[in-house]
């Protein structure tokens, strides 16, 4: 298995990404080999630093980067030898399996889609995040950023994708969706939410649980909570503010520590031809290996063959 890292991607790019790379050395298998993207020379020098062999590593070198104010498809089209554009390069070759990155959100996703392309039958492919449960365990929430507005059907491939993610790769037997509303009653909330009901609540194709409002979320009312992206991020940053708060008056909670983005890494874009994983900019060393470990238990699952297996 390779898992195609860019270190050039981040807001403290490459040590940040270079140090999370080596953390991962210790918990990945030996058959599991780590593809450095980027400035060979700067990443082969920082090892020396470290005192950590080359052949720990494989490397392909990109000249340029995309960063992070620039525009997506402009980015990409004019920068060819970029790290993200090189990596996108490799996994459409199947010469990664996985491609990971913490740089702009935005060329990642364009890069995915002009790349390896969305699964046939996907309209609009997502991401995710993890929601903490207060009885212990998780659930996800999709969209939380890509998809802002959404029809009901895209809200109901949602379903489709967060099942398929919960059950093969978080190991959720027969997980439950929710449909973020503000009310429990099917007549609640605006016309998409109500369409999206309707096309919900006699589903075969996922455990359709109903409505959930915003004190549910944390609860064991669904595995899997459906939103358009806009809903999704909000909720996302407004969580992960009240675990910045409680670090800021060193307040410690067993429950709220769960809450730190750099437990679980990044996301993948779920609905695509392969593998692609993307993180916060603000990246730290933890972060980027736990990346690299859930790249590693994503491509096991072979998570986007069964998608396209369901939307097939």
């Not at 595995?223 to 809903?231: A, M």
């Amino acid at each position: 298995m390779k898992i195609g890292l860019d270190i050039m991607g981040g807001d403290f790019a490459p040590a940040n990404s270079m140090d999370g790379a080596i953390m991962a050395l210790d918990s990945l298998p030996s058959d599991v080999r780590i593809v450095l993207i980027g400035d060979s020379e700067k990443a082969k020098n920082y090892l020396k630093e470290k005192s950590i062999s080359e052949d720990k590593f494989d490397f392909v070198h990109a000249a340029d980067v995309i960063e992070m104010g620039e525009h997506p498809t402009k980015a990409l089209a004019q920068k060819p030898q970029s790290s993200i554009s090189v990596g996108f390069k490799l996994l459409k070759e199947n010469e990664l399996d996985c491609f990971a990155s913490a740089g702009n959100t935005g060329a990642m996703l364009v890069g995915a889609m002009f790349s390896v392309k969305a699964v046939p039958g996907v309209i609009r492919p997502c991401i995710t995040s993890i929601l903490p449960k207060i009885k212990g365990g998780f659930g996800i929430i999709l969209d939380v950023g890509t998809n802002a507005d959404c029809k009901p059907d895209v809200l109901y491939q949602f379903a489709i994708l967060g099942s398929v993610f919960a059950k093969e790769v978080y190991k959720i037997d027969n997980p439950k969706v929710g449909l973020l509303n503000i009310g429990e009653e099917p007549e609640k909330g605006n016309l998409v939410a109500q369409a999206t009901h309707s096309l919900m609540k006699d589903s075969k194709d996922f455990n359709f649980v109903g409505n959930v409002e915003g004190q549910d979320v944390f609860e064991d009312k669904a595995d899997v909570i459906v939103c358009e992206g806009f809903t999704g991020n909000v909720l996302l940053k407004t969580a992960e503010a009240f675990y910045s708060m409680l670090k800021k008056r060193n307040l410690n909670d067993e429950y709220f520590d769960k809450f730190n983005y750099e437990l679980y890494g990044g996301t993948p874009i779920l609905g695509i031809n392969s593998n692609v994983m993307i993180a916060h900019g603000k990246s730290t060393p933890l972060a980027f290996k736990n990346m690299m470990l859930l790249s590693k238990d994503i491509v096991e699952a072979n998570l986007n063959e069964k998608i396209k297996t369901v939307f097939q």
